[in-house]
DNA sequence: TCTGGGGTCCTAGGACCC
DNA sequence: TCTGGGGTCCTAGGACCC
């Protein structure tokens, strides 16, 4: 017999901006926005934010002086900071339950077993209590019979303070109504596309989609709409995955802060997103065979001409080895670049991973593992691990680095950089 | 001046094999 | 009249997530 089994979903309340108000507690109470890379666009907003009206996704240029008004403030993304906190955060989630799924940088799932249910409400609050007090950041806490449902409880507990964040739908008499309540749109696993199609079948809540023909689900929105709906009737069907499921591509691209149209200088930005992308391959102790660059103008510019493209190319034998990468990215992006563009945008992507030591031998090349390589990497991973980033890099990757992104309203790493922790002086 | 970056999974179709 | 029937692997594209 299956055991009696309740999801649970934490969710950092607007996580970016809890993180950034750990230590500058003058943010309190005030309209904060977190923007993306490139101090483009707003990502993670403060309550107060939303209440002038603010939105996911709005430009930061668009709304500077509006919020300069009303007292609000922005900064630039800070994920040296948010990473070093969502894993402090993490850990002491374990404690509650070492059914832990880390689904992203703000949520987890836990997942119980034959836990008497009257002890959710009781549990949940402990959890909130909890993350508050050791790490200063407020959580919501969902519980239900599926992910799917534990997702939707929990946005129930962040939309209504009533909840005082957290929710329980396990077995719960107003399960129909909120089911009523929640537009299609808003159900994890759909999306915008699945949305409009829904609606225009004149499926417009989550109860409606939890009633509808599973044949027919499965048809317009393959196994993984069948997935949702029969979790929303409280068929579990997905389940939390513990492990840490090994990558399987890698990407680094980042837009540039201002327009680039020389090759040179796209040349030394794809070698930078390059050597971080290998960076990250040697982290993990993969090895990665296939490469792929693209590049693309400014869709958001109707005016200049566009162009956007990308190639690949594989490496001889699987590798980690950065210069190896550099070779084949640098010829790639001959393939793909034309003269006369102003680029937006270049990355790379590593794909064909697997861990070192599963890498194919080669009968006339040394595997990666074989030869100096690795030893070379590794002490180079070192030193710039003990001295800093990128204090042994490659020459390709340029010296001015006018391409650089901004991030012109950057918090300290208060957490992560010696000489960037706060000192509080005692009185 | 100015609009993110990094992932996963599923499906359809083509190549190739016996 | 009629032109096999599976498999598997690979890739591109489309959907989704935070």
């Not at 996911?56 to 009303?70: V, Y």
């Not at 929640?182 to 759909?190: P, S």
């Not at 990407?251 to 794809?270: C, H, N, R, T, W």
């Not at 070192?356 to 080669?362: H, T």
Request: net charge positive; proline share 4%.
């Amino acid at each position: 017999m299956k055991r009696h089994e309740i999801f649970a979903l934490v969710d950092c309340n607007s996580f970016y901006v809890s993180c950034e108000r750990i230590f500058q507690p003058q943010l309190e109470n005030k309209p904060v926005g977190v923007l993306s890379n490139n101090d483009g666009m707003v990502v993670a907003l403060s309550s107060e934010m939303k209440k002038l009206g603010i939105k996911r996704g709005d430009p930061a240029f668009k709304i500077g002086n509006f919020l300069k008004k009303h007292d609000g403030v922005l900064l630039s993304s800070n994920y040296t900071l948010y990473g070093n906190i969502s894993a402090r955060i993490m850990q002491a989630l374990q404690q509650f339950s070492p059914d832990l799924e880390i689904y992203s940088i703000d949520e987890a799932f836990l997942r119980f077993t034959d836990l008497p249910e009257q002890d959710l409400d009781l549990l949940g609050k402990k959890i909130r209590a909890t993350i508050q007090t050791w790490i200063g950041v407020p959580v919501s806490v969902g519980f239900g019979s599926t992910k799917t449902l534990a997702k939707i409880a929990n946005r129930v507990a962040k939309k209504f303070s009533s909840t005082e964040g957290v929710y329980n739908l396990c077995d719960h008499p107003n399960l129909p109504k909120v089911l009523k309540w929640l537009e299609v749109d808003n159900i994890w696993g759909v999306g915008r596309k699945y949305a409009k199609m829904l609606h225009s079948n004149g499926i417009h809540n989550a109860w409606q989609l939890a009633n509808t023909d599973y044949p027919w689900v499965k048809k317009q929105m393959t196994v993984v709409g069948l997935r949702t709906t029969m979790e929303l009737n409280g068929i579990s069907c997905i389940d939390i995955e513990m492990d840490i499921a090994p990558r399987q591509e890698i990407v680094s691209s980042k837009s540039f802060g201002k327009p680039v149209s020389d090759y040179q200088e796209i040349s030394e930005a794809l070698s930078a997103y390059c050597v971080r992308a290998v960076e990250k391959l040697r982290s993990q102790n993969l090895v990665a065979s296939q490469i792929m660059v693209f590049l693309t103008t400014n869709r958001f510019k109707k005016e200049l001409p566009q162009y956007a493209n990308y190639a690949l190319t594989r490496l001889p034998v699987p590798s980690a080895y950065t210069p190896d990468f550099l070779i084949a990215a640098r010829s790639v992006l001959k393939q793909v670049y034309r003269e006369g563009y102003e680029y937006k945008k270049v990355g790379v992507m590593l794909a064909d991973l697997m861990h070192e030591s599963q890498a194919p031998l080669d009968f006339f090349a040394p595997t990666y593992l074989d030869d100096k390589r690795k030893d070379i990497m590794d002490c180079i991973d070192k030193i710039n691990k003990e001295m800093g980033r990128d204090v042994l890099t490659y020459a390709g990757v340029g010296v001015e680095q006018n391409w650089q992104m901004r991030r012109e309203m950057l918090s300290p790493r208060f957490t992560t950089c010696w000489q960037e922790i706060p000192i509080v002086k005692a009185k």
